[in-house]
Each structure stands twice: as structure tokens, then as C-alpha cells.
């Protein structure tokens, strides 16, 4: 399973992005996805994850609000919704895809927010 993030770019604060990730060779059935981000000089931090199950969904307090999760049509799509950006959500974004006892990364994708 391989799965590959797009969508990220340049953006000045206050603006939107729409994450995609896309797995080739599985459908996301019974998978948690997670995003995560990864600014220069800081550790990975996640910023929401849903259970594909049944669409349970959850946010760190510092997204809450402005990133939203959901579901593509296609089985193997998941997106996240970045609103209301700031300077601080500068990062590369990465999809996390685990399906017990397996765990996927993407590559990651770079969100640049400009003041």
C-alpha cells in the first residue's frame, strides 16, 4: 500500500487548502487515517485522525475548528480541509494509514503560509 499526498502549496494567512491522500493497492476500509505535520527544527505533531469505520474524527485543540477530515467518494481518498490558515500551520503535511497491525506513511506535502 502506497499512499501519496497533493494539495499543498503557497497560501497567505487566513487562506485555505485542501489536502488529498490517495492510496494505491487498498481501499481505506477499517483504516485510521491520520495527518500529521512537520515544521523545521520541531517534532511531528498530529492534526486529526478518523476512523474510517464510522467516521469518528478528532482534532488537537490547535486545528479545532479550522481543519476538517472527510471522506472522498473514492474508498481510497481522504482530505483535509485547512481553513483560517496561519503563519504557525507552515509544514510539510503527511497522511498516516494504519490497518492493524500495519502502519503507511506518504511522502509529504509542503504548506507554505505567508503573513
Known amino acids: 500500500v502506497q499512499l501519496v499526498e497533493s494539495g499543498g502549496g503557497l497560501v497567505q494567512a487566513g487562506g485555505s487548502l485542501r489536502l488529498s491522500c490517495v492510496a494505491s493497492?487498498?481501499?481505506?476500509?477499517?483504516?485510521?487515517i491520520g495527518w500529521y505535520r512537520q515544521a523545521p527544527g520541531r517534532e511531528r505533531e498530529g492534526v486529526g485522525c478518523v476512523r474510517i469505520s464510522d467516521d469518528y474524527t478528532s482534532y488537537p485543540d490547535s486545528v479545532k475548528g479550522r481543519f476538517t477530515i472527510s471522506r472522498g467518494n473514492a474508498k481510497n481518498t481522504v482530505f483535509l480541509q485547512m481553513n483560517s490558515l496561519k503563519t504557525e500551520d507552515t509544514a510539510v503535511y503527511y497522511c498516516?494509514?494504519?490497518?492493524?497491525?500495519?502502519?503507511?506513511w506518504g511522502q509529504g506535502t509542503q504548506v507554505t503560509v505567508s503573513s
Open positions: 493497492g487498498s481501499a481505506f476500509d477499517d483504516y485510521a
Open positions: 498516516k494509514g494504519v490497518y492493524y497491525p500495519y502502519t503507511y
